[in-house]
């Protein structure tokens, strides 16, 4: 599990694709628990959240204890 850490913004959106240029899916706000599902050679992971599956930068997630 990771969870959102981003100190620029309220939280992050979870993009179709992996780009800025993505459908954003949803908005998940900072703190939020997902799961890591794969990590892209260009910084972007495959998320799962519920039943929501997209992409995020994984310089803006951090891994939980």
């Avoid at 309220?10 to 780009?19: E, Q």
């Amino acid at each position: 599990q990771r969870v959102i850490r981003n100190t620029r913004a309220n939280g992050l959106n979870l993009r179709s694709m992996p780009s800025t240029g993505g459908e954003i899916l949803t908005f998940l706000p900072n703190y939020t628990e997902l799961t890591v599902l794969g990590e892209l050679s260009d910084g972007w992971c495959y998320i799962q959240y519920g039943e929501v599956f997209g992409y995020m930068l994984g310089t803006y997630l951090q891994t939980t204890k």
